[in-house]
């Protein structure tokens, strides 16, 4: 992916891990942090930081102010892909939604990662791991029988989120090719769980089977 250049805007997990597919593979990822701590991004110098964020090179900008937003709109002209995890309304309230960048980038690949989807009517609110894996159904299936919900020992929601809304950009990022024009890529970590409940969602929406928590006996019996 050394060809494409992406300009990361995202914080916290769900979005770094998304990011983190693309400078693996090779990708030129400019992470784009806030001047001033504002609680999300942890020690830099600590482990969970420098997972998130390898392969990565840095430039801090204050989006809150429109010379900031003139920088990252002067960037976004030479770039093949955004990434954002912000909350729905914070993205059309710093001037930075996928139409107002598209005007400057026609060919800009856009992904958004939220908690809850772009619409609907939980679109605004902030969105955590551990809601979505209970919110999604994964709880209810983990675990011992008669245990309780339970959550898992890693933050699938975030990651399946940032990994689904990667193959998103692969795929736009083709389409691109026959096009020759971006689009909009959409993740979120309620969908993305409720999309990783796999066979145990279709046993409910074809045959009515309420699934249960399994332990360690194979879900498949």
Known sequence: ???????DLTR?????TCVRQLADWGADCIKVENPEDDG????RHGSDFQNLHRNKRSIAIDLKKPEGVAV??????????????YRPDVKF???IDYESL???????????????????????????????QGMGGLMAITGEPGRGPMRAGIAVADLCAGIFAAQGIFIALLEREESGEG???????????????????????MSHEVPGQEGNNHPTN
Not at 72 to 85: F, H, Q, R
Not at 112 to 131: E, K, L, M, T, W
Request: proline content about 5%; charged content about 20%; overall charge positive.
């Open 1 to 7: 992916l050394s060809r494409f250049k992406v300009i």
């Open 72 to 85: 990252l709109k002067a960037l976004v002209k030479d770039v093949d892909v955004l990434v954002e995890n």
């Open 183 to 205: 689009q909009w890529v959409q993740s979120s970590l309620l969908t993305a769980m409720i999309a990783m409940l796999d066979f145990q969602g279709s046993r409910w929406t």
């Open 102 to 132: 598209k005007a400057v980038n026609k060919r800009l690949v856009y992904a958004s990662i939220s908690g809850f989807g772009q619409d609907g009517p939980y679109r605004n609110r902030p969105g955590f791991d551990p809601i979505a």
């Open 40 to 43: 999300f991004a942890g020690d």
């Open 12 to 16: 916290v997990r769900a979005g770094p």
């Open 93 to 95: 309230r710093l001037g």
